[in-house]
C-alpha cells in the first residue's frame, strides 16, 4: 500500500461490529491520511452485514476490501498496518489480536472479557457500541507514536506468553 493503513481482520458478520468500525473511520477520514483495510471474507454467510459494506461504499477508495488472506499476506498487513482494530461485540477467544501483537502491530479493541485475557494491558480498548470512542481512540494513537511504539513491544511481550506446546501440555492436564 502507497499510504499508511487501519486494519480489520475477520468476517464481515454483525457480531464482529464492522459497521461500527466504518462509522468511526468515517467520523476520522477527513482529519488521517489513512485508509481501512478489511481483510476477511464479506459475504456467503447467512449472517452476512450488508449494511456494513453499504457504509464502506459511501468512503470510495478509502475501505478496501481484500477478502480472505493467506497467511504470508496476513503477516505483511499485520507488520505494516498503523494499528489492528477489532470492535468485536463478542469473542471466544482473541487470537486475531493476539497475531497481530506477535507481529508488532499495536491494537485497539473492544472492551470485552476476551479481549482482556489475551491482551492484558498491551492493547487500547474502546467502547464497541460507541463509534466516537472508537475514533477517539484510533485517533489519540495515530497522534501519539511513542505510545504506540510502547504497545508495540508490550504486545510482543504480551504474545510471547502464548505458545502451542504450553496450551497443549495445559490443556492435555
Known amino acids: 500500500f502507497s499510504q499508511p493503513y487501519l486494519l480489520y481482520v475477520g468476517t464481515v458478520k454483525p457480531h464482529k461490529n464492522v459497521g461500527a468500525l466504518i462509522e468511526a473511520f468515517e467520523l476520522l477520514a477527513d482529519k488521517i491520511p489513512h485508509d481501512l483495510v478489511i481483510a476477511g471474507k464479506k459475504e456467503g454467510f447467512i449472517t452476512s452485514d450488508d449494511r456494513a459494506v453499504k457504509k464502506a461504499a459511501r468512503l470510495g477508495g478509502r475501505v478496501r476490501f481484500q477478502g480472505m488472506a493467506d497467511p ?11 494499528l489492528l482494530i477489532s470492535p468485536s461485540l463478542c469473542e471466544s477467544f482473541g487470537l486475531i ?5 506477535a507481529c508488532g502491530c499495536p491494537v485497539v479493541i473492544s472492551d470485552i472479557d476476551a479481549h482482556h485475557e489475551v491482551c492484558d494491558d498491551a492493547a487500547a480498548y474502546c467502547d464497541p457500541k460507541d463509534p466516537r470512542d472508537i475514533a477517539d481512540k484510533i485517533d489519540f494513537l495515530i497522534k501519539h507514536k511513542g505510545l504506540r511504539e510502547e504497545m508495540t513491544r ?14 497443549a501440555e495445559e490443556t492435555s492436564a
Open 154 to 167: 508490550n504486545g510482543i511481550e504480551r504474545a510471547r506468553q502464548f505458545d502451542w506446546e504450553k496450551c
Open 97 to 101: 489480536p493476539l497475531e497481530a501483537m
Open 72 to 82: 504470508e499476506t496476513l503477516s505483511l498487513l499485520y507488520n505494516h498496518a498503523e
